[in-house]
C-alpha cells in the first residue's frame, strides 16, 4: 500500500540548524535573496540545505565547496563557501558555523570564475560576520520545507 508508509522521524537534537544572517533593524537580506531565484533554484536551495541538516559531517554535504582561504580575514572570521547550480548559474551560500550544529548563512550570491555577483560580495560578508560576532546583527532560523 503506497498511502500507508511508516515515517520514523529523525530525533531532532542530531540536526543541524540553518539560520539566515539579519540586520539590527529586523531586515533578512538572506530571504530577500532567496525570493529572487528561481522556483528551480528555491528548490535545489531547499533540497540541499535538507540533506545537508541530516548529514553529521560537513565534509559530507553536497553544497560544501570549501573554506574561504584566498581572503585571509574572510578565512580569520571563519567563512565557508556552500553551494549548488540550477538555472545555469553557480549560485552561493557564503556562511559562518556559529555553535554546535549551528550555521548562519551570511550572504547568498552567484559566483563565475574570479567574479562575484553582486560585485563586493565577500566585502559583504566580512562586515555582516564581524557585525554577527559584535552583537550589532542577528539570526532568524531558516525554515526548510520537508515536503514540496
Not at 533554484?41 to 553536497?62: E, F, Y
Not at 550544529?101 to 564581524?130: F, M, S
Not at 546583527?137 to 515536503?147: F, L, P, S
Amino acid at each position: 500500500m503506497p498511502n500507508n508508509k511508516k515515517v520514523i522521524p529523525f530525533p531532532q537534537s542530531g540536526f543541524w540548524t540553518f539560520y539566515d544572517w539579519v540586520d539590527g533593524d529586523g531586515s533578512n537580506p538572506i530571504e530577500d535573496w532567496v525570493k529572487d531565484l528561481s522556483p528551480e533554484a528555491r528548490d535545489k536551495m531547499n533540497s540541499l540545505l535538507k540533506h545537508d541538516r541530516k548529514t553529521r559531517l560537513v565534509k559530507d554535504w553536497l553544497s560544501f565547496r570549501h573554506k574561504m582561504t584566498k581572503t585571509k580575514k574572510l578565512a580569520n572570521e571563519g567563512i565557508c563557501e556552500l553551494g549548488f547550480t540550477a538555472d545555469k548559474r553557480e549560485h552561493r551560500l557564503l556562511v559562518k558555523f556559529d555553535g554546535k550544529l549551528q550555521v548562519v548563512i551570511i550572504c547568498g550570491c552567484y559566483h563565475k570564475g574570479d567574479q562575484w555577483t553582486p560585485r563586493g560580495a565577500l566585502n559583504t560578508t566580512l562586515e555582516r560576520a564581524r557585525a554577527l560576532s559584535q552583537g550589532k546583527a542577528r539570526r532568524h532560523e531558516r525554515k526548510i520545507e520537508e515536503d514540496f
